[in-house]
Structures are given as structure tokens and as C-alpha cells.
């Protein structure tokens, strides 16, 4: 079965840091450049950030720029988002989502999504 799956979500303090993880099951990531995105409650889904197949990072979010990061680990299958100085306004379930070769901006673009890691910023 191909899946990915996050991890790494949870309750923080504003200020605080969550790595979220992305692995990838039934399938290898090598050839695919994979998305960050999120959605707060009542909110549309937004793109966050983009790891491309060579590690490059395409920012989507302004908000997010200078506070999040990404790598990949190609050989645990696994991509990584760093999210440092979390303020309250990133609360949201965080996604990850596959696409083949190249990033993407738009949702519509990723055919292959995680379920979500929920992530909470509270004082």
C-alpha cells in the first residue's frame, strides 16, 4: 500500500519548536518532491513550504520564512519539518503530500497525502 504518514505533532508553547516527520511506505521518495501544507479550522488548505527531489526548500507561506525549514533523509524515506519560533496563528493540521519530480504550489498538484499530524501552540 502506498502512503505517506506524519508524526510528530502535538502541543507546544509559543516559542517553542516540533519536528514533524513524513514517511513514505510502498514507495521511495527519490523521485518525488514533497509539500508541506496546513489548515487551521475554518480555514482553506494552505502550502507551506516544498522539499524538492534534491533537498532545495520553495517557501510558500511568508509567515513561515525564517522560522521553518525542511530536509530529507532519503535513505529512511522520510522528509522533515522543522518548525521553530512557533507562534499561536501556526496551530492547524500539517499535511504532507508526494509529487512526482518537481514541486508544486497548489494542492491539486499532489496526488499522494498523509493523514495529518495535528499541531497545537498554547500557552
Known amino acids: 500500500q502506498l502512503q505517506l504518514v506524519e508524526s510528530g505533532g502535538g502541543l507546544v508553547q509559543p516559542g517553542g519548536s516540533l519536528r514533524l516527520s513524513c514517511a513514505a511506505s510502498g514507495f521511495t521518495l527519490d523521485n518525488y518532491a514533497i509539500g508541506w501544507f496546513r489548515q487551521a479550522p475554518g480555514k482553506e488548505r494552505e502550502g507551506v513550504l516544498c522539499?524538492?527531489?534534491?533537498?532545495?526548500?520553495?517557501n510558500y507561506a511568508d509567515s513561515v520564512k525564517g522560522r521553518f525549514t525542511a530536509s530529507r533523509d532519503n535513505a529512511k524515506n522520510t522528509v522533515y519539518l522543522q518548525m521553530n519560533s512557533l507562534k499561536l496563528e501556526d496551530a492547524a493540521v500539517y499535511y504532507c503530500?508526494?509529487?512526482?519530480?518537481?514541486?508544486?504550489?497548489?494542492?491539486?498538484?499532489?496526488?499522494?497525502w498523509g493523514q495529518g499530524t495535528q499541531v497545537t501552540v498554547s500557552s
Open positions: 503530500a508526494a509529487r512526482a519530480f518537481a514541486c508544486g504550489r497548489s494542492r491539486v498538484d499532489y496526488n499522494r
Open positions: 522539499v524538492s527531489r534534491s533537498g532545495d526548500i520553495i
